[in-house]
């Protein structure tokens, strides 16, 4: 190789291994990239309780010494966020962005949510919009946090997606991919991409049986990794979408709970 291309992740755990930086690290490595990380949280999942989700975020002092040795080899080709976990942890990645002049940063604005309608740190969500939105180059919001950060609500049309993009976008981010995926209605799986003049749909059918936990990470570590290989944003949002569909099509039932991706998928189907 004439030059390693290298991909970061300031993500959470997931053990099941579907989400995550585990998911991240998956995707970057099958883009052909040196994936680097700094773990900001430790999910567990009970299979006792109904698969119930535990959030231990790591001490945001600890975050800072991940990045310190992760930068200490300059700037990154491409970088992505997840669950941060606090406000503090939102404010060590953004000064550390700024500190290493970080380019082709991808935020993926995690909500850790209580059913369907409440986010479980409001502070978190407030910091990422503020601080971080600014510094992307993509923001990848799911349905629910793109309500959130637009101010919306709950969305549920095509037309909606569209104006939450609109909106997000003028909170600084350059440009925005609204992932609806299978949440919205209809038999296909919609995502929208706007760039502050253009709208692209992306649709597929969707996908059943839908093994899709860990898509969303999937596709923002995708973008991450179209990035870093030096492909325009446009370009690395459309091949993105062919990899998180492709690595649906080839997810499997872990358990009774859970049914992820297969980060392989789309080597494979080549």
């Not at 690290?25 to 299979?47: N, R």
């Amino acid at each position: 190789m004439s030059k390693i291309i290298k991909t970061l992740t300031i993500a959470g755990s997931d053990s099941s291994g579907g989400a995550g930086i585990q998911a991240d690290l998956k995707t970057f490595e099958e883009y052909g990239t040196y994936g680097l990380s700094a773990l900001t949280t430790i999910v567990t999942m009970d299979p006792d309780r109904g698969w119930h989700h535990n959030v231990y975020p790591v001490d945001a002092a600890i975050v800072a010494e991940q990045l310190k040795t992760i930068f200490a080899g300059g700037p990154v080709d491409a970088m992505k966020t997840g669950m941060l976990g606090s406000v503090e942890i939102v404010k060590v990645t953004e000064q550390a962005l700024k500190n290493n002049k970080q380019t082709n940063v991808v935020i993926d604005p995690v909500m850790v949510c209580k059913g369907e309608d409440e986010v479980l740190n409001p502070e978190s969500a407030d910091a990422i919009r503020d601080l971080l939105l600014p510094l992307a180059t993509v923001a990848t919001p799911n349905l629910f946090e793109a309500g959130v950060l637009s101010g919306l609500g709950k969305l549920t049309t095509l037309d909606q997606m569209k104006e939450a993009a609109r909106l997000i976008h003028q909170l600084g981010t350059r440009n925005v991919v609204v992932k609806g995926g299978k949440a919205l209605g209809g038999d296909k799986a919609i995502d929208i991409f706007f760039d502050g003049s253009e709208y692209l749909v992306l649709e597929t059918a969707k996908i059943e049986p839908a093994h899709n936990h860990g898509a969303g990470c999937t596709f923002a570590a995708a973008i991450t990794g179209g990035l870093a290989n030096g492909l325009p944003v446009k370009d690395a949002v459309v091949k993105a979408k062919d990899f998180v569909s492709a690595a649906i099509r080839n997810g499997y039932a872990f358990n009774e709970y859970v049914g992820p991706v297969f980060h392989g998928g789309y080597r494979l189907e080549q």
